[in-house]
């Protein structure tokens, strides 16, 4: 079974201020990563995905992401955070067969000081 | 194109009390989802259609049951609420055939049984 941790269950930050949202998954087969953002009082959207090839993916409103094999990690990061980025952002993965379900991490809530 | 959707936006219930979530998708996709949101928790999902005419259990599939009525829609039964049913529930599609495709989410559906 696979499973996805995010260290941080919460994330201040200033307005301009570099960001980190650590997440680390476990899981016996090869698998598929993704981040999600989730606005206030909105539904879920792809932020990013790795698939394959180069362990860095750049994705919508600025963030990337480094996928680390032998760490198990996929740690999501912006350079200069705006008021817009406050959202909670979720991690989650999925094997290459079977089923198509993702399992997801517990959440970062990301608050941007001015 | 109006992606997923999902009514009611908020309900209240009664314990004991039976209601339908609805969803439904205009992208032609042969997946469908439902997952529940609970604070630090992530998304859970629920049950899972990964074609018309077929449906699975997920992670927390007990009080609930579904129905895939037809490709584009999916609905999910409480047939008698309990307060630990509470929670956010999100709909969401994807593509068939390939793991790596995204998931599409509907805006979601705010229940409290009280």
């Known amino acids: 079974a696979q499973s996805v941790t995010q260290l941080d269950s919460q994330v201040p930050v200033f307005e301009e201020a570099p960001v980190e949202l650590r997440c680390n998954y476990s899981?016996?087969?090869?698998?598929?990563l993704f981040w999600y953002v989730q606005y206030p009082n909105q539904g879920l959207q792809l932020l990013l995905k790795?698939?394959?090839?180069?362990?860095l993916v750049k994705g919508i409103n600025g963030f990337e992401a480094e996928f680390n094999k032998s760490q198990t990690s996929f740690h999501l990061r912006k350079p200069s955070v705006h008021i817009s980025d406050t959202a909670e952002y979720f991690c989650?993965?999925?094997?290459?067969?079977?089923?198509?379900?993702?399992?997801f991490g517990q959440g970062t809530r990301l608050t941007i000081n001015p | 194109n109006a992606g997923v959707t999902q009514t009611p936006k908020f309900q209240v219930l009664k314990t004991g009390q039976s209601m339908t979530l609805q969803c439904a998708q205009d992208?032609?996709?042969?997946?469908m989802y439902w997952y529940r949101q609970d604070p630090g928790m992530g998304l859970r999902l629920i049950y899972y259609?990964?074609?018309?005419?077929?449906?699975d259990k997920g992670e927390v599939p007990n009080g609930y049951n579904v129905s895939r009525l037809n490709k584009r829609e999916f609905s999910l039964r409480l047939e008698s609420a309990a307060p630990s049913q509470t929670s956010v529930y999100f709909c969401?599609?994807?593509?068939?055939?390939?793991?790596?495709?995204?998931?599409?989410f509907g805006p979601g559906t705010r229940l409290t049984v009280l």
């Open positions: 790795y698939l394959s090839g180069s362990t």
């Open positions: 992208m032609n996709h042969n997946s």
């Open positions: 989650a993965v999925r094997t290459f067969q079977g089923a198509q379900k993702l399992v």
């Open positions: 899981s016996s087969v090869s698998v598929y």
């Open positions: 969401a599609s994807s593509p068939q055939g390939q793991s790596y495709n995204e998931q599409f």
């Open positions: 259609s990964a074609s018309e005419g077929t449906t």
